[in-house]
């Protein structure tokens, strides 16, 4: 093996949304970090999303499921359950590189659940705690919005002003109006001007193939550079099988494989993991010793457990307007907290974010609303049928996506698998998820309410498209709490068991809120890297 002399005050595992956030904030105190990432680099002209083909190249190649994907530096996962496919990106960016670039803050009754409603857990932190960190990484990535929406506390100001609201938006927001029911334009990780390292958004409403232009901001291009001018060093092609531990107690650095299939080992005083919950859950039982034989950091036995996917349902009305659904960015022409919070005559427990995502201008996309969804039985959509429905389609159709709270259960978890290993002979993992009751009651509930919202928009038909369907934000399996006998972090990520170690990623949401996570997961990572920076002097570390 050979062991690196360049000794990292802060090693992080993973160079996505968190891990970068983690590396600028380090690196421009001063801290020699060093990245570790078992991807590469992406080239911005290799994505798909500015070339005829892209939903077919979209479909393999750039596929968030890495099983379909099945890149050198994937790992196999194997599902269970309900949940059909996971989705992430190993690479450097991580799964920014694919992601909408939906940006939504949780709101204040996210991180109070327990006491509000009686279920899950409370966070070990509030909103206000949390509201100055998305304040600085919102500005660090230029995320661009209407000020002060009436569904968060007052004092939400986005630093870059809002992307122009596209007709398929402002056509149901004019039903959402009628209703009296809650709509705000959506809120972006991508400028609507250029912005530090990103270009101007010039709305081709392909964000999640991968932005050719650089303008949406996957960390990749809008933090890393910043990191590295300030000496970060990112490891490309870094798989790593195990973190080690002294006699101690503490963490003392990574193992990890080259292409070569040669080790290395990478000596750290501060350890952070920042491999997104599958993966993070993985390396952490990878990391078994006679000290933790359950798992590094594993004494209550949670790794893997509260595994939570957001598994969202979708609708869609037909319209006789031509809506040019096309102009991005892609993620929410407007969003929607009319049915966030618990209302206990549902029958449910917690809510969900409405938003309206683009359908129309893919067509093979609009092949799937036709033939998976729930429309009559008398809509023959091949054969002769098939170019009247495409045409009736193809600019003419709206689509809301219900994003639900997805509570935590301790049976859905992640495991290491016995069988299947990566192409380093490390094993893959087994995900057994089961979507609870509570949370199918409430997408039925909220999908039945956006049939009513295309009815007030003007649809000429609408129907329910999928039910139930892992979104790819994979949360919880490293829960955050102030109990070190029912947590695995304390409030600032660090172990309970290793007390220089961190965990940045989703993985420590105890509740999955009903929103996208990126904003929340960059938030914290970034108090995670100011409490290690503040506290550098009292920090344990390896000898």
């Known amino acids: 093996m050979n062991v690196k002399s360049d000794a990292a005050d802060v090693l992080i595992i993973g160079a996505g949304a968190s891990g970068a956030v983690a590396a600028k904030h380090l690196a421009e105190a001063g801290f020699r970090v060093v990245v570790l990432e078992q991807g590469d680099w992406v080239d911005q002209n290799d994505f798909p999303g500015n070339k005829p083909e892209y939903e077919i190249l979209a479909a393999k190649d750039w596929h968030p499921n890495p099983n379909i994907r099945d890149r050198p530096e994937d790992y196999p996962i194997t599902t269970s359950g309900s949940v059909e496919q996971i989705g992430m990106f190993n690479g450097v960016g991580g799964s920014t590189i694919l992601y909408a670039a939906c940006w939504c803050r949780a709101k204040p009754s996210d991180f109070r659940v327990r006491s509000l409603d009686g279920v899950a857990d409370d966070w070990p932190l509030s909103y206000e705690e949390l509201e100055p960190f998305y304040v600085a990484v919102e500005r660090e990535l230029g995320v661009s919005g209407h000020p002060n929406n009436p569904a968060y506390p007052s004092g939400y100001v986005p630093p870059l002003a809002a992307h122009p609201i596209n007709p398929v938006g402002r056509k149901m927001a004019q039903g959402m109006n009628k209703l009296g029911w809650h709509w705000w334009p959506g809120y972006y990780s991508v400028p609507s001007k250029a912005y530090g390292h990103l270009e101007q958004c010039v709305r081709a409403g392909i ?19 910043d990191a590295m001018k300030h000496g970060t060093r990112v490891v490309t092609g870094a798989r790593v099988s195990s973190i080690s531990v002294t006699d101690d107690g503490l963490a003392s650095g990574a193992t990890y494989i080259d292409r070569d299939g040669k080790e290395h080992f990478q000596a750290a005083s501060v350890v952070i993991v920042a491999a997104n919950a599958v993966g993070t859950a993985r390396l952490l039982l990878m990391s078994a010793s006679n000290r933790f034989p359950d798992g590094l950091a594993n004494s209550t036995g949670l790794i893997g457990k509260r595994f939570m996917t957001h598994p969202f349902g979708t609708s869609v009305g037909i319209y ?28 449910f427990v917690r809510g969900s974010k409405w938003h309206i995502i683009p359908a129309a201008a893919r067509p093979l996309a609009m092949i799937n609303r036709w033939t998976l969804g729930e429309a009559s039985g008398d809509d023959n959509f091949w054969g002769p049928h098939f170019t009247t429905r495409m045409k009736q389609s193809i600019g003419h159709m709206i689509e809301w996506m219900v994003m639900p709270e997805d509570l935590p259960e301790e049976t859905n978890l992640v495991t290491l698998d016995p069988d299947r290993t990566d192409s380093d002979g490390l094993p893959g993992v087994i995900v057994h998820y089961e979507t609870s009751e509570n949370t199918r009651r409430l997408v039925d509930f909220n999908l039945e309410r956006s049939l009513e919202a295309h009815d007030a928009a003007g649809a000429t038909k609408a129907w329910v498209t999928s039910r139930n369907n892992p979104s790819w934000h994979n949360l919880g399996t490293a829960m955050m709490g102030n109990d070190a006998t029912r947590s695995v972090v304390n409030r600032f990520g660090r172990a309970h068991d290793v007390a220089n170690l961190y965990v940045i990623d989703g993985s420590v949401f105890p509740t999955a809120s009903g929103v996208n996570p990126t904003a929340t997961i960059c938030a914290l990572a970034k108090r995670t890297a100011a409490y290690i920076a503040d506290n550098a002097r009292e920090q344990e570390t390896a000898a």
Do not use: N, Q, W
């Not at 006789?320 to 029958?347: C, N």
């Open 207 to 225: 964000c999640m193939f991968g932005c050719p232009h650089g303008a949406k901001a996957s960390v990749d291009i809008a933090l890393l550079p």
């Open 320 to 347: 006789e307007d031509d809506l040019e659904d096309y102009p991005g960015p892609a993620g929410e022409a407007i969003e929607s907290m009319e049915f966030y919070e618990t209302d206990a005559a549902r029958g």
